[in-house]
Nanobody, 117 residues
Framework: QVQLQESGPGLVNTSQTLSLTCIVSGESMINYFPFTWIRQSPGKGLEWIGYIEWYGRTSYSPSLESRTSISRDASKSQITLQLRSVTPEDTAVYFC??????????WGPGTQVTVSS
């Protein structure tokens, strides 16, 4: 059974760097599939942040690319998101998901991040 679980600080201050972790369990998926980060701000739809392929290549949303880094550690079955210089506009629920045929397949439950001004 495949499971994804996000974790993070919950509350960060403006201008700080947000770091979130997604633990992937089941079927060694981290070694074969790309993973993505997606967020949903209050009252808004889902926003794609970026993805990382199993061999490490990354791609980011143009609107977030200058502030975003996604990495993976297969030994820990872990995908990490870093978002630099956060503002209250980055307040959202952040999700990690596995990609299959470039569509999200398995999702984590999400983690709430609030950026204080």
């Amino acid at each position: 059974q495949v499971q994804l679980q996000e974790s993070g600080p919950g509350l960060v201050n403006t201008s700080q760097t947000l770091s979130l972790t997604c633990i992937v369990s089941g079927e060694s998926m981290i070694n074969y599939f790309p993973f993505t980060w997606i967020r949903q701000s209050p009252g808004k739809g889902l926003e794609w942040i970026g993805y990382i392929e199993w061999y490490g290549r990354t791609s980011y949303s143009p609107s977030l690319e200058s502030r975003t880094s996604i990495s993976r550690d297969a030994s820990k079955s872990q995908i990490t998101l870093q978002l630099r210089s956060v503002t209250p506009e980055d307040t959202a629920v952040y999700f990690c998901a596995s990609l299959q045929n470039w569509s999200p397949l398995y999702w984590g439950p999400g983690t709430q991040v609030t950026v204080s001004s």
